[in-house]
C-alpha cells in the first residue's frame, strides 16, 4: 500500500473513531429527583384487600393492601411510590431500538407483580401464572390488541408484544382485586418509583426536556428541564392534592 493512501485511511478511520466516541460521549446525562406528597395522608390509608373467596388466595401469608396509593412514610419528607417519570418531549427524531430482554409480569399471591411498569414498543411481555389457581389477563388497551386470556396453572406463561406508545389498565375478570398499569414507550428514559420514591432517567443526550410524572390517583405534572452533556439535574414533583 503506498504510504499516502495509508495515511488518508489512518485519518479516515480516526475521525470516525472519534464521531462515534464523541455521539457515545453525548449520551451521558442524567435528570433524577423524587416524589414528594404534602397533604393529608390519613385520606389515603390502605385497607386490606379480601381474597377469601378462591382457596389458593386465601391460602396466601400475605395480606394484600390496596394499591392506588402508597406513600414511603419512612422518607422525609414523605414520598409517592408507583409514580411513572419518563421524557414526554425533546428527543426530536432519535430513534432507539428495543432491548432483547423481556419484561416479565406474574400473577403471584394474587397480585399483579410489578403493580406499575413500562416497556419499548416491540420489546417482549412474558406474562406468567406464579400461582396454582386460574387467572386471567384482560388489556384495557384502546391503541395496541386487547388481549384476554386465561392462565389456569402454575407455570403457564405467555408472551406478547406491544407495537404502540400507549398507557393502560390489566385486570384480572377472575380476581377483581387484581389490576396493573403498564406504559409503553418508543425509547429507554422511563422510571418507577419505588421504596424511597425517587426515579433516575440515564444515559440523556444533552437537551431540553418535558419531563412527565404519572400516578393513578394523583394524575400527571410534568416540568422543563435542561442538560448538558455529562450533567446531573435534579427534578423533584410535589403532589400535594
Not at 396509593?69 to 419512612?74: E, G, L, Q
Not at 403493580?115 to 384482560?138: E, P, R, Y
Not at 408472551?159 to 414507550?185: A, N, R, S, Y
Not at 429507554?188 to 432517567?201: N, Q
Request: some cysteine; hydrophobic content about 35%.
Amino acid at each position: 500500500m503506498h504510504r499516502g493512501k495509508a495515511i488518508v485511511l489512518a485519518l479516515v478511520g480516526a475521525l470516525t473513531m472519534g464521531w462515534g466516541c464523541q455521539a457515545m460521549a453525548d449520551d451521558n446525562a442524567v435528570i433524577k429527583g423524587k416524589i414528594v406528597f404534602k397533604g393529608d395522608v390519613a385520606k389515603y390509608k390502605r385497607s386490606t384487600i379480601k381474597t377469601n373467596k378462591d382457596p389458593q388466595c386465601k391460602k396466601s401469608k400475605k395480606k394484600i393492601g390496596t394499591y392506588a396509593v402508597i406513600f414511603n412514610k419512612k422518607t422525609d419528607p414523605i414520598t409517592v411510590r408507583n409514580v411513572m417519570v419518563y421524557v414526554k418531549d425533546g428527543l426530536g427524531d432519535r430513534t432507539y431500538k428495543a432491548p432483547d430482554e423481556p419484561v416479565l409480569l406474574t400473577q403471584f399471591g394474587c397480585e399483579y407483580k410489578p403493580h406499575v411498569f413500562g416497556i419499548m414498543a416491540g420489546q417482549t411481555l412474558t406474562v406468567k401464572n406464579g400461582d396454582a389457581t386460574n387467572h386471567n389477563i384482560h388489556f384495557q388497551s384502546k391503541v395496541n390488541t386487547q388481549h384476554n386470556f386465561t392462565q389456569p396453572k402454575k407455570g403457564m406463561t405467555k408472551d406478547l408484544t406491544l407495537l404502540k406508545e400507549d398507557t393502560f389498565f390489566v385486570k384480572c375478570d377472575v380476581h377483581p382485586w387484581m389490576g396493573c398499569h403498564i406504559q409503553v414507550f418508543d425509547h429507554p428514559f422511563f422510571a418507577v418509583t419505588g421504596k424511597d420514591g425517587t426515579f433516575e432517567l440515564k444515559g440523556l443526550p444533552a437537551g431540553k426536556y418535558t419531563i412527565e410524572a404519572f400516578h393513578e390517583k394523583f394524575g400527571k405534572m410534568s416540568m422543563t428541564v435542561e442538560v448538558a452533556s455529562g450533567e446531573t439535574k435534579t427534578a423533584d414533583f410535589t403532589y400535594a392534592p
